[in-house]
Nanobody, 125 residues
Framework: EVQLVESGGGLVQPGGSLRLSCTASGFTFDDYTMTWVRQAPGKGLEWVSSVYRAITSTYYADSVKGRFTISTDDAKRTVYLQMNSLKSEDTAVYYC??????????????????WGQGTQVTVSS
């Protein structure tokens, strides 16, 4: 059974940090591009960041560039999203997704083979 299980969300004050984790099972982790997508309250899905391991490349949305860092631990089959200098507009449900091709830089679910259940991040004082 394929699973993507996110964790690490929570409530944090503006300017604070969180690290999200997504652990994969049921597919060959090394073959997939891993992506984080978020959905703010009342808004659509927004692509956040991807890591395309085949060419060791990372990609970030302009809204998070310089504040967020994506990384993987292949031994643990886990992708991380380190989020620093958090802002209220980062409040969203964060989803982990996987696709067999390279980074598509899109939040649309049809581009992904697998999708997690999401973890809530709330940035508020």
């Amino acid at each position: 059974e394929v699973q993507l299980v996110e964790s690490g969300g929570g409530l944090v004050q503006p300017g604070g940090s969180l690290r999200l984790s997504c652990t994969a099972s049921g597919f060959t982790f090394d073959d997939y591009t891993m992506t984080w997508v978020r959905q703010a309250p009342g808004k659509g899905l927004e692509w956040v960041s991807s890591v395309y391991r085949a060419i060791t490349s990372t990609y970030y949305a302009d809204s998070v560039k310089g504040r967020f860092t994506i990384s993987t631990d292949d031994a643990k089959r886990t992708v991380y999203l380190q989020m620093n200098s958090l802002k209220s507009e980062d409040t969203a449900v964060y989803y982990c997704a996987a696709n067999i091709r390279g980074a598509v830089l899109s939040g649309a679910p049809e581009h992904y083979n697998y999708w997690g259940q999401g973890t809530q991040v709330t940035v508020s004082s």
